[in-house]
């Protein structure tokens, strides 16, 4: 397939032979791709996400890979290009006409269909009057016009929307919980001046923010549920060239269904109608966010949290992998004791929430961070054997977390189904690295941690890795005791990749075979770590 050939100089418009069809315009200005003909076909990626008007390709021209904005001209004001996929769409493009600046193109396929199946109409209402006969909006005020019809705002636009202004992306795995819950809005009226949002709508969506943040999904739920019937500030967004009118609001832009004749920027008044949760919400299956945010979540929340009590240092030592031994002699209620077990760290659907939970437990001196009030009270009333389980599990808990001069460390139990493990986690803390803060106040502030595991067959592993979260970055060093061979190490690079490709993270991974582990914790005494995963 021909794909490019030697640039020339276009003084006008090079028409082509086929302007019909689901297509755009490329902006190619100082590419290199300025010498693409009329009837030229290219290979070409559609990022995902593509659900507005305006985009990116990515295409390979003689091994050079193009990111090249687009703009689609759909034919119709009403239509739009949907892709229900958060992910890469493969398609073949047709060059129709050249500028100098810009390629006009059309869509040939989109993931091997046709692009027409990508074409999505948006439905006006029925009996709608001609657009050149729609009156004006007048000033009434708070009177709700129902002639004014507004397409339902959904929850993964909401979402994309308010993790952008935290300096997020939204991931995938996220996108899709959010899936089939929307809102719906309607004109209230003209504002005489533009208006900030109450302070108890500024609340709700702070802490839906926070939720989107923390994967806490029912937080979310019963957050955006309260916006309903509220009034909510917007500004008018026209779009002249495709006879579109949208209402920009601080969850996102409303679309108007019904043709308006507004100023561009004219300040408007919604009301939050209803709010649909999606289903997965509604049977309460929503629980934890994606692995890799959780996860940083927690590392950030070491890192920031205060110094220990001093009560820890006079607790007793207790290893956490003898738990369950203290535990069975005292015949609690099986119910009890399950509610118990069901609370330890294990390689379950909760076992993020669980290590959460444990840590900050530990930290803070407090078990029912841990368990829960409802679990510490059961406890409390299961006579002398539940107050004596709760004073064993306090003291366990609390001897587990401790600090050195420059790591905070937690001793974690790992329930394996039959028997306790231990998980040593330890992150560096930062007030140490930047007490020259002063002098350097451009530095980028990042958590440093250090995973060593024991493996039956491998030998020992180290992984030494630095995350900068606000960046989206992470970096890792692996180091083994042993020559593993390179198709192992080939496999470690690939998995890497693909995972922070798949969350939208950068970063670098080196395996050095054979090489001496850093040390950390050099003040604990001498040991083997026979079992679970010291950092």
Known sequence: METIVPPVTTPGLTPGTDNSGVGGSLDVSGSGLEGLKPGISVNVLVQGG?????????????????QIPVKLNLTANTQTLRLPENRPYPAEIKITASRPESLSFKFVTIDGQPPEKFVQTLRLPQQMPAAEK?????????????????HNLNFKSIAENLSALAGDKLSPETAAKLQGGEVSAGFRRVSAAPQLPAPEIR???????????QGNFKTFAAEISKLSGQPLPAATVVRPEIGLTSFKTPLGEFVSATPLRLDNQLPVELVIKTVTLPPAFQDGKIETAD?????????????????????????VSVPVTKLLDLLKPLNLPSETMAAVVAKLPAGDARMLANLVNYVKASVHGDIRQWLGPELVEQLSLSGPEGREALQQLTTVFT???????????????FYTGENLEKIRLAVKKTEDEEEDAAERPNRRSGTRFVV?????????????GYSLAREKRFDLIIRTERFVGNDLCANIMRIFKNTLHEFDYVGTIKVNVKENFIKIGEDMPEETLATGIFI
């Not at 909006?137 to 507004?150: A, D, R």
């Not at 692995?291 to 607790?315: H, V």
């Not at 060593?452 to 030494?464: A, E, K, M, S, V």
């Open 291 to 315: 692995p890799l945010a959780a996860s940083a979540r927690l590392i950030e929340d070491l890192a920031a949290m205060p110094s220990l009590p001093k009560t820890l240092g006079n607790a």
């Open 134 to 150: 729609m009156p004006l909006i007048n000033h009434t005020g708070s009177e709700l016009k129902p002639e004014v019809q507004l």
């Open 452 to 464: 060593d595991t024991n493996f039956t067959r491998l030998g020992r592993f180290q992984f030494d």
């Open 50 to 66: 593509l659900d507005g008007l305006a985009a990116s390709l990515k295409l390979n021209v003689n091994n050079r890979l193009f």
């Open 203 to 213: 609340e709700v969506l702070q802490n839906l923010k926070t939720a989107l943040q």
């Open 399 to 413: 001897a587990s977390a401790r600090e050195t001069p420059l790591w905070r460390i937690v001793e974690i139990p």
